[in-house]
Nanobody, 127 residues
Framework: QMQLVESGGGLVQAGGSLRLSCVAS????????MGWFRQAPGKQREFVAA????????YYAASVKDRFTISRDNTKNTVYLQMNSLKPEDTAVYYC????????????????????WGKGTLVTVSS
């Protein structure tokens, strides 16, 4: 059992930065691999970034690699997404998800293997 709550979304100018947080409730957070996903208006939800349970492995979608950084703090039951050099095409509702299987987080089609979802936080990047 796990509940996920995202925060940190908002309006930002192109080229700016934003940091998203996802706080998990439950006693088994550290046993789950975590991911960030996004869904733009009129589009399918897509994978953004993943981090394994211990935080020593990460994986990114090509569209965000070198701009976004995923991290986690298991002492706070929190996963973060640092977003830099934001572009208007990054505008979307961002969701965090948890999965017992690491590779399931970026399995296509998205988002078949995700076990738990947050309700999302809206990121709007203006041009």
């Amino acid at each position: 059992q796990m509940q996920l709550v995202e925060s940190g979304g908002g309006l930002v100018q192109a080229g700016g930065s934003l940091r998203l947080s996802c706080v998990a409730s439950g006693r088994t957070f550290s046993s789950y691999h975590m991911g960030w996903f996004r869904q733009a208006p009129g589009k399918q939800r897509e994978f953004v970034a993943a981090i394994n349970w211990s935080g020593d492995s990460t994986y990114y979608a090509a569209s965000v690699k070198d701009r976004f950084t995923i991290s986690r703090d298991n002492t706070k039951n929190t996963v973060y997404l640092q977003m830099n050099s934001l572009k208007p095409e990054d505008t979307a509702v961002y969701y965090c998800g948890a999965d017992k299987s690491y590779n399931d987080l970026w399995r296509e089609p998205c988002c078949y293997g995700v076990d738990y979802w947050g309700k999302g936080t809206l990121v709007t990047v203006s041009s």
